[in-house]
């Protein structure tokens, strides 16, 4: 599988910076959450993002849905709003001491914010959230609009409309270090989930430009060959989707997988600056300087294989 997955390169400028860019303390880690959400249409494809140019992060990039971890997603009352997940359980599974439900509550707030997705149950019928009725449509188009302009609006405005938060539908499955040399670094969680019926993606037209869905292979050719510009991590999750026959099997995998399925993932700079993905078990991954970039992958390979 290493051999498989090793020939894909970012097309990104993201190769280590230079003088105090590699000192660990110049730059704060902040921590954040990203989500793949899936959907059959009519087979297996991913939401992605395009970044807004102007981004200072992942400028003019394809992106999944995601962003930083609020300090209003750790508050009790964010957790309160999150079905089927606790506080010791995800902490447990991030391996944190505390606050990994905070995660949760980021990625689905996240994914409202930027792609008009707002992944929860109709506390009076069980049901996931369906905008096909274009009053509920409007209403939250009004709601997320506040969402984007308003910091603290997002549990407020669930817990209002009588919702919980999907929590039990979204897996964690990856965990990524921006590299040194960024203006900005994030430590992000990613986790994937699937596409709610009855509801329709619509980037934000500000911190996301465009939207599409992707077939995961497609999207490394694209990526290859300079049409969808996107970061190692970014790569590195469409290798993995890409091994999948369909939405069920990949969130199955997702659901069933433990710390003991974790790779440690490791990239190599070549003279060109352009970043390739060293997986365990590869030539070069002792060569590979786990300080720079690395990532952990919690997600157990599909039936398919790529060609």
Not at 18 to 23: A, N
Not at 64 to 84: H, I, M, N, R, Y
Not at 254 to 277: C, F, K, L, M
């Amino acid at each position: 599988m290493a051999d498989e997955q090793t020939k894909w390169t970012s097309t990104g400028s993201s190769a280590p910076g230079r003088g105090d860019d590699y000192d660990p303390e110049s730059i704060p880690v902040r921590t954040a959450a990203t989500v793949l959400i899936l959907d059959e249409r009519p087979d297996l494809h991913v939401l992605m993002l395009k970044r807004n140019s102007r981004s200072v992060f992942v400028g003019d990039m394809w992106v999944f849905p995601g962003g930083g971890v609020d300090a209003d997603d750790a508050t009790p009352e964010a957790d309160a709003l999150v079905a089927g997940r606790t506080d010791p359980a995800c902490s447990m599974e991030l391996a944190l001491e505390s606050g990994g439900i905070a995660y949760w509550v980021a990625v689905l707030r996240e994914t409202f914010e930027e792609a008009g997705l707002l992944i929860a149950h109709d506390l009076s019928t069980g049901q996931l959230l369906d905008f096909r009725d274009p009053q509920v449509a409007e209403r939250f188009e009004a709601h997320r609009d506040v969402v984007n302009n308003t910091e603290s609006a997002f549990t407020g405005i669930v817990a209002s409309e009588d919702l919980a938060l999907d929590g039990a539908g979204v897996h964690y499955v990856a965990q990524w270090v921006t590299p040194l040399g960024s203006p900005r670094r994030y430590d992000t969680r990613f986790f994937v989930t699937g596409m709610p019926e009855g509801q329709v993606p619509l980037h934000d037209d500000d911190e996301a430009v465009n939207h599409k869905w992707v077939r995961a292979a497609d999207a490394l050719v694209a990526n290859d060959a300079g049409e969808m510009i996107m970061m190692t991590p970014t790569l590195s999750m469409l290798q993995r989707l890409a091994t999948f026959s369909s939405v069920d099997e990949a969130i199955a995998s997702a659901a069933s997988a433990t710390s003991g399925d974790d790779e440690r993932i490791r990239i190599r700079y070549n003279v060109e600056g352009h970043q390739r993905i060293a997986y365990p078990g590869d030539n070069d991954y002792e060569q590979s300087n786990p300080t720079t970039e690395n990532g952990m992958l919690r997600w157990p390979s599909g039936s398919l294989h790529l060609s």
